[in-house]
């Protein structure tokens, strides 16, 4: 399936990709977001640019991106450090997956306030440092944890329900669709968002050994 088309960009979203395609590696990009405000009301709350974590070395066999930092990872600088990050890093190592041989992205690099949703327009301006982290990450899977995440790749009509439990081939990668670690507890231990995040991480486990 090839990429969702990318929707009309504005002029900061257009400065954005400028700037995200023209870092030629992970710390030039990470320098370069690090000062981004293309987001004037996310910009002017956040703490940190939440840029991502990577591998200390070496191409990541996977990527796990989800929607935006929460309050946790913007007080740390570090995405999925709080609640969900604690169960992310639990279902992770049941299902056998390193989350030190991952890269651990967002959607949207900046929380928005009240950890609301973000809106279309920091979807699209913050798309232009996602697609550049992906370009210099090369990952052949892809895990989207969420909605959001899951839209960003699959298009806006994406059904998360639907869309699990399979791989999507997106641009050559194969992208996994599933519950964001928050719903899972939201659900408790017995429910069935948390079970469906566990069975998608074993398949993707499957696929990578
Ligand atoms: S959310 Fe993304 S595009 Fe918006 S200010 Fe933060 S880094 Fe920039």
């Known amino acids: 399936m090839a990429a969702p088309r990318p929707p009309r960009l504005d002029a900061a979203a257009e400065e954005v990709a400028a700037t995200a395609r023209a870092a030629p590696d992970w710390a030039a990009l990470a320098g370069a977001a690090r000062g981004c405000l293309a ?8 703490q940190h640019v939440v840029v991502g974590d990577v591998p200390a070395s070496g191409r990541p066999r996977l990527a796990l991106v989800g929607e935006a930092p929460g309050a946790t990872e913007d007080e ?8 969900s990050g604690a169960l992310l890093d639990q279902l992770l190592a049941e299902a056998g997956l390193d989350r030190a ?24 301006r913050c798309s232009g440092w996602l697609h550049r982290q992906l370009e210099l990450l090369d990952p052949p899977a892809v895990v989207a944890l969420g ?29 996994w669709a599933t519950y964001h670690p928050s719903a899972a507890i939201r659900f408790g231990p017995n429910g069935a968002p948390r079970a469906g995040l566990l069975e998608d991480l074993r398949a993707v486990a499957g696929t990578l050994r």
């Open 101 to 124: 041989q991952a890269a651990v992205l967002n959607v949207v690099k900046c929380r928005p306030p009240g950890n609301r949703t973000p809106k279309a327009p920091e979807v699209t």
């Open 147 to 175: 909605l959001s995440a899951a839209k960003w790749f699959l298009g806006p009509r994406t059904v998360l329900a639907a869309a699990r439990g399979r791989a999507h081939d997106v641009d050559g990668r194969a992208v």
């Open 39 to 46: 987001c004037p009301e996310l910009a002017g709350a956040r």
């Open 76 to 83: 740390t600088g570090r995405p999925f450090v709080g609640r």
